[in-house]
C-alpha cells in the first residue's frame, strides 16, 4: 500500500484544470459514449463479468468521491460495500423482499454505516483517520464471521435474483445486467452533480486549504461527515447490486483486501478524475478474470501494476489522457 501522505497529497488532475463549458460538453459526449458501450456490451461479452465491472466501477466511484474531492484516506470502505452484500442477500432469500426492495435495504445499511463510522472517523486527520476507519471495517468483518445471520464462513449462498418491481424476472442474466447498468449510470451521473455542485467545490476547497475553508466559516467536519455518508451508501449499492448479480454474500467482500483493492482501482484509474475509478475498476477486474489462470501469482502482477502506476504516471491512467488533453476527465 502506497505512503498515505504520498496519496493523499498528489494534486488530482480535476483540481488544476478548471471546469468549463466545453468540458462540460466533453463530459457529455464520454458519458453518452459510456451509454453505448453499456448498451453494446452484452452482445460481445459475457454479461456476468460486465455486471461485476459495473459493480465495482460504482465501489470505487463512491471511493473516489471519499479520497479524490473529499482528500479522506479511508482504508475500511469493505464494511459498507461488504455489510450492504449481507443485508441485501438475507433481505432476498430469507424476508423474500423484492430486489429492489432488498437493494434498498443493503444501501440504507451502508449509509447507517457510513454515519456511524464516519461520525467517529472525522474526529482524528491523516492517518490516524486511515487506521480508524480499518480499525472499525476489521469491526464489521468479526461481526460478520461470528453473527449468525451471515452464515460464517460459509455466507449467504443461493441467493435469488427475484422479480424487479413484481415483473421482470432477473434469472435472465441479459435482464439482471439492463438493472445493474441502470444503477451504474445513475450513480455516477450522481457523482458527477454531487463533485460540479456547490458542496462538492466545498470539499475541494477543505481538500486542497482546510485551515483557510475554516477561517472562512465552513464547518468543515460536517461536510466531512456528508462526504463520507454519501459514499459509504453508494459503496452499500454497489455491494448490494454484486450480491444479487452472483448470488452470495462472503467474507470476501468485507475483507480488509477488499478495501484495499478499491484503493488501487481508483489509483490506477485516476485518483479525482470523473471516469477514472470506472477505467481503474475495469483494468483489475478484468486482470482478475482473465489471469486466473496464474492463482496467487495475480495479486504480483496487480502489485507491479500499481507500483508502475505510482512510479511513471501518479495521475492514473485517464489522469495521464487529461493531461496529454488538458482536458478534466
Known sequence: MADTAAITDATPIAAALPVSRDDRALHRKVFLGIVVVLVLAPFVLYPVFLMKVLCFGLFALAFNLLLGYGGLLSFGHAAYFGMASYVSAYSAKVWGLNPEVAILCGTLTGALLGLLFGSLAIRRQGIYFSMITLALAQMAFFFSLQAKFTGGEDGIQAVPRGRLFGLVGLEDDRALYALVAVIFVAGMLLIYRIIHSPFGQVLKAIRDNEPRAISLGYR???????????????????????????????????????????????????????????????????????????GAWVTIIQGCVFVLCVLLFREGIVGLVARMLKKPL
Do not use: C, R
Not at 454519501?230 to 467474507?251: E, I, R
Not at 481508483?266 to 481503474?280: N, Y
Open 220 to 294: 468543515v467536519n460536517q461536510y466531512k461527515l456528508a462526504v463520507f455518508v454519501l459514499s459509504a451508501t453508494l459503496a452499500g449499492l454497489a455491494g448490494s447490486t454484486k450480491a444479487l448479480v452472483f448470488q452470495l454474500a462472503s467474507l470476501t467482500d468485507v475483507h480488509w483486501s477488499m478495501s484495499g483493492e478499491v484503493v488501487l482501482m481508483t489509483l490506477v484509474g485516476g485518483m479525482g478524475t470523473v471516469f477514472g475509478p470506472i477505467v481503474g475498476a475495469l483494468v483489475i477486474v478484468t486482470m482478475e478474470t482473465y489471469l486466473a489462470q496464474f
